[in-house]
């Protein structure tokens, strides 16, 4: 291999890869997925790799990617660092083989998603940029870090557009932890309607138990209710466990259902961390469906309202939530 420089400093003797998508600034929803064409070594066939990097508004550089393996035909990076959301990006990629660069493509743009939306059943809120989409109570914005869930009492609620029959709701969150104030305290819950989730037709709920809790504080608790709380073959709910938990730690929380059966997972350091804690049951034939009748609609919230039982038993307090996801679709990268 010639590793003299080229005219443009490159030491690769390739072309440059093409630049495929996104472009043109278009406004990109969910991952924000980098795509070329791939370029071709000028003298042998060598096994090229890709690396990618990404500018801000002011053209400083953001992200730099790891080598990215050659696809078929073309590249394909999905970006693994958080972008200022609702902001014009410039990218580009070149080509790369045993430490020799070839040249650059050419540059494209892309505008980041907008940083927060419900569209039907779907919600994304980043809340690290000062506010939500939902409903707010007792919260404290702190910027680049989430919103702040002060007391037993404070929430956030998301009403949904429409029904989400199958899905998840996942969200990152740090400060929780045993010792903090509450019993029977919800890190997150959905339900039909707004009240006292505790007696809901369509309860669903993820506690970590507080310091005032009877058994050991610590315990996690799921359960969800398809259709009719009076019911108990309606009700479900998977064996509780204790887990020990540290307000320093940074944990991913996620909830998913689907018809037959449903479910939690809670990672250590966010969504791809090790496994902290999971469980789940099957539900059996009835569909998870809070709203479908049109009389109430499908509602999430970070925490819980208050509940007949006292505050004591509805928000999981003093910790910092951020990055929250609703939908069927697979979660994506922010």
Do not use: C
């Not at 090229?48 to 400083?60: C, G, I, K, P, T």
């Not at 903090?180 to 989730?197: I, L, P, R, T, W």
């Not at 108990?232 to 466990?241: C, K, Q, S």
Request: no cysteine; aromatic share 10%; glycine share 12%.
């Amino acid at each position: 291999m010639d590793n003299s420089a080229n005219a443009d400093g490159s030491t690769l003797k390739a072309t440059a890869p093409s630049i495929q998508s996104p472009t043109g600034g278009t406004q990109v929803e969910g991952d924000v997925v980098l795509t070329v064409g791939n370029a071709e070594a000028k003298f042998a066939s060598v096994p090229l790799s890709y690396r990618f990097e990404v500018f801000n508004d002011q053209n400083a550089k953001v992200y730099t990617s790891p080598l990215v393996p050659a696809g078929s035909g073309r590249t394909q990076h999905a970006v693994g660092g958080a972008l200022e959301f609702n902001k014009v990006h410039t990218w580009r990629a070149r080509a790369e083989y045993l430490g020799a660069a070839g040249p650059w493509s050419a540059t494209a743009s892309f505008k980041t998603p907008e940083g927060g939306y419900i569209r039907g059943s779907e919600v994304m809120d980043p809340l690290t940029n000062g506010k939500t989409v939902g409903d707010a109570v007792g919260v404290t914005f702190v910027p680049g870090q989430g919103a702040f869930i002060e007391t037993n009492m404070s929430r956030i609620t998301y009403t949904l557009g429409a029904t989400l029959q199958e899905g998840e709701y996942s969200f990152v969150a740090q400060g929780v932890d045993e010792g903090n104030q509450g019993d029977k305290s919800k890190v997150m819950s959905m339900a039909e309607g707004y009240g006292d989730v505790t007696n809901n037709d369509y309860r669903q709920t993820l506690e970590v138990r507080g310091r005032d809790y009877g058994g050991t504080p610590g315990t996690v608790s799921y359960r969800i209710i398809t259709g009719d709380a009076n019911d108990e073959g309606r009700i479900f709910d998977v064996p509780r466990r204790v887990k020990t938990w540290s307000r320093q730690q940074t944990y991913f929380f996620r909830m998913w259902w689907r018809l037959g059966s449903a479910g939690y997972e809670i990672r250590l350091d966010g969504p791809d961390g090790p496994l902290h804690d999971e469980g789940s049951i099957s539900t059996g034939s009835r569909p998870y469906r809070p709203g479908a009748d049109g009389s109430n609609p499908h509602v999430a919230h970070i925490g819980a309202p208050l509940t007949r039982a006292g505050e004591l038993n509805a928000s999981h307090p003093q910790m910092t939530v951020r990055n929250v996801w609703i939908s069927s679709r697979p979660r994506p990268r922010f």
